[in-house]
């Protein structure tokens, strides 16, 4: 998909380079492969696969992981939501009329055994493991 004839992918790499000291791709295939990539971990397509995968990559504490469908993200959202970063948080995520986007969020590596015990057990569901983590909603 594109949005003024930039790949959504091209789109969110442009804004998120001038705020983070690496941007990647995560996912199955690289079809960009002018962008730094991560193939993922397992062959099962879902959402917590890719956040796992990023994690276990990361040297970082904390992660912005967001998934390829929202091209429109801001650099004003993204600082929003690392000013509710605290020590004692796992997902900071923001939320609109009641629902959430996790897909769209910054992840603290202290998360990465509850969603690694999840793929081994193949509950795929991340809203499930996010609820039961307190996640800051924002």
Same mark, same amino acid.
């Given at each position: 998909?594109?949005?003024?004839?930039?790949?959504?992918? @091209? #789109?969110?790499?442009?804004?998120?380079?001038?705020? &983070?000291?690496? $941007?990647?791709?995560?996912?199955? @295939?690289?079809?960009?492969?002018? +962008?730094?990539?991560?193939?993922?971990?397992? +062959? $099962?397509?879902?959402?917590?696969?890719?956040?796992?995968?990023? +994690?276990?990559?990361?040297?970082?504490?904390?992660?912005?992981?967001?998934?390829?469908?929202?091209?429109?993200?801001?650099?004003?959202?993204?600082?929003? +939501?690392?000013?509710?970063?605290?020590?004692?948080?796992?997902?900071?995520?923001?939320?609109? @009329?009641?629902?959430?986007?996790?897909?769209?969020? &910054?992840?603290?590596?202290?998360?990465?055994? $509850?969603?690694? &015990?999840?793929?081994? #057990?193949?509950?795929?569901?991340?809203?499930? #493991?996010?609820?039961?983590? @307190?996640?800051?909603?924002?």
């Amino acid at each position: 998909m594109k949005i003024e004839g930039i790949t959504f992918v @091209d #789109h969110i790499h442009q804004t998120l380079q001038p705020a &983070f000291d690496f $941007v990647y791709q995560v996912g199955k @295939d690289n079809n960009h492969t002018h +962008l730094p990539f991560i193939k993922d971990n397992v +062959l $099962v397509q879902c959402a917590i696969d890719g956040i796992v995968t990023a +994690l276990q990559y990361s040297d970082s504490n904390w992660n912005f992981i967001i998934s390829v469908d929202m091209p429109l993200i801001s650099i004003e959202l993204i600082n929003e +939501l690392k000013l509710h970063i605290t020590k004692d948080s796992s997902v900071i995520l923001p939320t609109l @009329d009641g629902k959430w986007f996790p897909t769209c969020a &910054f992840y603290n590596k202290s998360i990465l055994p $509850v969603l690694e &015990f999840a793929l081994v #057990h193949k509950n795929f569901r991340l809203m499930y #493991h996010l609820k039961k983590n @307190d996640p800051v909603q924002v």
